[in-house]
């Protein structure tokens, strides 16, 4: 009697152990699936994974047209290197001429009795006086022109003793700003190609030239994590290449807002993060 009613009770029990253990199979199950789908997950948006948008950039300058004033250090070193060079010098025409005319002086009178023609030859302060005269009638060319005056940023005929960097206006999502004319890099290009694509886009190619054919720096903006998972990139990467205009009165064929400015003005224009990218390559000229 208690054997056969302990038998019904220990299949019960047995039946509950089972689907215990059949509810905790699944729930492994379901958070074994939900840790794979976090990782694939994670490892889409891992920035190892992730590629950049790749843009050339074209830093194009105006070189200057005439020589600037030198600095002061460069002041002090030619002052030196004269000094040097008159210790070590020899004595020129003009010197071992005025010596000729002091001796010639001591005996002038008897000298041109014998040689009437003496009185009229030009002395060596002859020559020196009309050398003065004629120096102080010559005029020097201004240094600074009309452009300078009405402060024209299109015009290439400003600040002539200084580097203008050509720069563009864009407008990005209602935003204007200042940039370097730049294009996106595409698929079989060198960065180069891309460099010398974007300013066929302003200029005639036999008016600028690139130098060199790697870039000169790189300006790197990382996008957020909600635009990385939109775009599908991690950001973009710009490389800057220096280029100089050859005809400095070329024509601009470029339809887009432009100026050319100074090293000093460059960092009104460009946005802060872009310009120190941007100074890390030219040349200070303070």
Known sequence: MYTNRLIPKLMQVSKSLSSCNCQQRLLRLDSSHSANSAAVANSDLNPSHMKWDLISAVCLERTPTITPLPTPIEKEMLNMLEKLELVNSLKSDHELWQEKDKKLAKNRKALEEADPDLASRQTSQDYEDACNEELAKFEFSPKTTHADAVNDLKSTNRKLDKHLVFVIQKETGGKVSWTLPQSAWESGETLRQTAERTLKNH?????VRILGNAPWGVHTVK???????????????????????????????????????????????????????VSQFIIDED
């Open 203 to 207: 200029f005639d190619s036999s008016n």
């Open 223 to 277: 996008y957020p994590a909600s635009q990385r998972v939109k775009l599908g990139t991690l950001g973009t990467k710009i490389f800057f290449f220096k280029a100089q205009l050859l005809n400095k009165k070329s024509v601009l064929s470029s339809t887009c807002e432009y100026n050319w400015l100074g090293r000093e003005e460059l960092a009104s224009f460009l946005e802060p993060d872009f310009h120190h990218s």
